[in-house]
T-cell receptor, first 113, second 111 residues
Framework: DAEITQSPRHKITETGRQVTLACHQT?????MFWYRQDLGHGLRLIHY???????NKGEVSDGYSVSRSNTEDLPLTLESAASSQTSVYFC????????????FGQGTRLTVV | GENVEQHPSTLSVQEGDSAVIKCTYS??????FPWYKQELGKRPQLIID?????GEKKDQRIAVTLNKTAKHFSLHITETQPEDSAVYFC??????????FGKGNQVVVIP
């Protein structure tokens, strides 16, 4: 069965370190998204991609970057982790075309100390 | 961009009663409105969605209504059960397949 997986599921890192969260999907979806989830804020879009070599900034992109070298993967990098980036991160993917269901990964809980 | 507001933030209902969650959106070009359910510690999962050419859609105990003129849509859960306790997110499409989410609604079903 097709799926979308994130790794690691939990991570603790120190302020200032670079961290990369992995997202891998086997749906063959063109669209991939990274969200962060914080209490009282719902799901906020960090970065997104519509295909290989395409990346775009979302509403809360400062301090984050992504790259899309193939269809399956969209890793999220925190260049220099800050305590404000402690959050639960969700990756999602959807097919091209309007009104497409977004499938979410299991989430990564990141703590920056 | 799109702005989605969701009310109320918390809703407690007696088992067997109905629950209604309402959302408003700002972008009149939005044409896709999904609802996601998220159980504690789990990923959001789609439970129902509606497109702008439809006013109402039903799937067993859940239904969604859309009023494009007023830019609001609602989730209705009938005959609530303890397993309906979760956080529910509404969303609206904007741009090219992006989704703007509401802040979520905690539904508690009291046995």
């Amino acid at each position: 069965d097709a799926e979308i997986t994130q790794s690691p599921r939990h991570k603790i890192t120190e302020t200032g370190r670079q961290v990369t969260l992995a997202c891998h999907q086997t749906w063959n979806h063109n669209n991939m998204f990274w969200y962060r989830q914080d209490l009282g804020h719902g799901l906020r879009l960090i970065h997104y991609s519509y295909g290989v070599q395409d990346t775009n900034k979302g509403e809360v992109s400062d301090g984050y970057s992504v790259s899309r070298s193939n269809t399956e993967d969209l890793p999220l990098t925190l260049e220099s982790a800050a305590s404000s980036q402690t959050s639960v991160y969700f990756c999602a993917s959807s097919r091209q075309g309007g009104g497409a269901e977004a499938f979410f990964g299991q989430g990564t809980r990141l703590t920056v100390v | 961009g799109e702005n989605v507001e969701q009310h109320p933030s918390t809703l407690s209902v007696q088992e067997g009663d109905s629950a209604v969650i309402k959302c408003t959106y700002s972008d009149s070009a939005s044409n896709y409105f999904p609802w996601y359910k998220q159980e504690l510690g789990k990923r959001p999962q789609l439970i129902i969605d509606i497109r702008s050419n439809v006013g109402e859609k039903k799937d067993q105990r859940i239904a969604v209504t859309l009023n494009k003129t007023a830019k609001h849509f609602s989730l209705h859960i009938t005959e609530t059960q303890p397993e309906d306790s979760a956080v529910y997110f509404c969303a609206a499409s904007y741009g090219n397949n992006r989704l703007a989410f509401g802040k979520g609604n905690q539904v508690v079903v009291i046995p």
